[in-house]
């Protein structure tokens, strides 16, 4: 059966037509801005002009915080929808970045024992931003072409380790908030302008693997690492560009991805929204795809 609902967070970015042409929902996150607290809505129709308004904060200097979502909130979503006869597959943030999985299976757990006729399967996406996005639109698809519940949550286990993040940061001040690079780097970095490239492991952790001299710089190791591992069978002809309000650089990108695309494929523009741009900062733009491996040289 296909009639099952499938769930992801606010971490996810995706194209506005993903949320007009399929039934997705969404487990709500909240960032706090200055001491504000705020509820993402990732798939609201003023999407952009909420990422516009965070990201001009941020470069005002304005500071953000992000927390995790916990067990009683899943609960409290999904234990309305298993008491109607509803089954769910949840597609969560990665167990890497947050303890928000934890927190979903957790709640998965204690929410079996309540409705032991009804299926809830979390699967960690092991992903963030438009990569979950890839990953959840192929679930949508899948559904879509009728393949059950325990299939899809089975496929996606296999396949999240070809998803592929690879992005630049503009300024290695948020790095350091996050604990990733220490201040001697970030202070010399920003000095320099250098662009650190960035992944999600295969572990579906941040880390920094490459550094460029300049956007043109950061484009061209963006587009190799495209190249290099284009083309595993099997999954959804579709890459991401995501970036932080930074419209006419994520044209050029696109433009460059275009050229060497498989026959096929698609390429869609995604604005960044608060809850991983809070680690990211103001300046990052980036490229998310299937490839055979997650890990880049």
Aim: proline letters at 3%; a negative charge.
């Amino acid at each position: 059966m296909n009639d099952y609902l499938i769930y992801t967070d606010s971490a996810v970015d995706l194209p506005a037509h993903v949320y007009q042409d399929y039934q997705l929902g969404i487990v709500p996150m909240s960032y706090s801005l200055d001491g504000e607290e705020k509820l993402f809505d990732t798939g609201s129709p003023a999407h952009n002009e909420e990422c516009d308004a965070f990201f001009a904060a941020l470069k005002n200097g304005a500071d953000s915080k992000t927390t995790q979502v916990n067990e009683f909130s899943y609960i409290e979503l999904f234990g309305p929808l298993l008491a109607e006869g509803k089954d769910i597959l949840y597609i969560c943030f990665s167990s890497g970045l947050s303890g928000t999985f934890n927190s979903a299976c957790m709640a998965a757990t204690e929410l079996r024992e309540e409705y032991p006729d009804r299926q809830l399967v979390v699967v960690d996406s092991l992903a963030a931003t438009v990569g979950q996005g890839i990953f959840v639109r192929a679930a949508l698809i899948n559904r879509e072409n009728g393949m059950s519940l325990e299939d899809n949550a089975a496929w996606l286990k296999v396949n999240c380790k070809y998803l592929r993040h690879e992005f630049m940061v503009g300024d290695l001040h948020y790095l350091h908030k996050g604990g990733r690079v220490s201040a001697a780097v970030a202070v010399v970095g920003s000095m320099l302008k250098v662009k650190p490239i960035l992944i999600i492991d295969d572990e579906g952790k941040l880390q920094v693997v490459a550094k460029a001299r300049g956007l043109k710089g950061a484009f061209k190791k963006l587009i190799e690492g495209y190249v290099k591992d284009l083309g595993v069978p099997g999954v959804p002809k579709i890459v991401h560009i995501v970036h932080t309000s930074m419209y006419e650089e994520a044209e050029e990108l696109k433009r460059q991805a275009e050229e060497i695309l498989e026959e096929g494929a698609t390429v869609d523009i995604i604005n960044m929204g608060p809850i991983i741009g809070t680690h990211t900062g103001p300046e990052l733009i980036g490229l998310c795809s299937w490839g055979f491996q997650r890990k880049s040289s």
